[in-house]
T-cell receptor
Framework: EAGVAQSPRYKIIEKRQSVAFWCNPI?????LYWYQQILGQGPKLLIQ????????DSQLPKDRFSAERLKGVDSTLKIQPAKLEDSAVYLC???????????FGPGTRLTVL | SQQGEEDPQALSIQEGENATMNCSYK?????LQWYRQNSGRGLVHLIL?????REKHSGRLRVTLDTSKKSSSLLITASRAADTASYFC????????????FGSGTRLQVQP
């Protein structure tokens, strides 16, 4: 089966610019997650969707980050405006409702200059 | 915030040796999972152990869980150069929410 797809793989922007990331989960996976992974650290959950509803966005910096999952399939994560500390890898993951393990995409490496 | 810490932060061994990584966590859990991350890649699920289990095996992997000490260990036997990667433990909460909380990871280098 096809894995989790993410694009772009790399993005370089200047601070105060905006950026958007796209994720296509594994077909049939109802749950979708966005994680932020800062260099040398483990992934930190930003937002979790169940179908097209938000389950947990408690760690999402809502003043600058937003995410949506249209029709319960693809998802986009947006940062506007970006700060230097947003430099990280943004990982998308998906899972089946009946299984607790997750499948990760390759990530988008964001560099904010 | 990170759920816990992994120890050691970095480990370098020779091919054929065993590698042991430890993970500690802070809150009650439903399960604990281990993931591998190769450089520049996403995470790959390796093994899951539930809170009512004490030990689990999968191929060259052995995981133990001690809920009284809130700790787990991952043993990779007969390591190979291809095992070079970062290894993360992740805890699944005992509440309805399914999101995982990851540790800080152990960077394993297996020298050929």
């Amino acid at each position: 089966e096809a894995g989790v797809a993410q694009s772009p793989r790399y993005k370089i922007i200047e601070k105060r610019q905006s950026v958007a990331f796209w994720c296509n989960p594994i077909s049939g996976h109802a749950t979708l997650y966005w994680y932020q992974q800062i260099l040398g650290q483990g992934p930190k959950l930003l937002i979790q969707f169940q179908n097209n509803g938000v389950v947990d966005d408690s760690q999402l910096p809502k003043d600058r980050f937003s995410a949506e999952r249209l029709k319960g399939v693809d998802s986009t994560l947006k940062i506007q405006p970006a700060k230097l500390e947003d430099s990280a890898v943004y990982l998308c993951a998906s899972s089946l409702a009946v299984h607790p393990w997750q499948f990760f995409g390759p990530g988008t490496r964001l560099t904010v200059l | 915030s990170q759920q816990g810490e992994e120890d050691p932060q970095a480990l370098s061994i020779q091919e054929g040796e065993n590698a042991t990584m430890n993970c500690s966590y802070k809150t009650s859990i439903n399960n604990l999972q281990w993931y591998r991350q190769n450089s520049g890649r996403g995470l790959v699920h390796l093994i899951l152990i539930r809170s009512n289990e004490r030990e689990k095996h999968s191929g060259r992997l052995r995981v133990t869980l001690d809920t009284s000490k809130k700790s787990s260990s991952l043993l990779i036997t007969a390591s190979r150069a291809a095992d070079t990667a970062s290894y993360f433990c992740a805890t699944g909460p005992d509440t309805g929410r399914r999101a995982l909380t990851f540790g800080s990871g152990t960077r394993l280098q297996v020298q050929p």
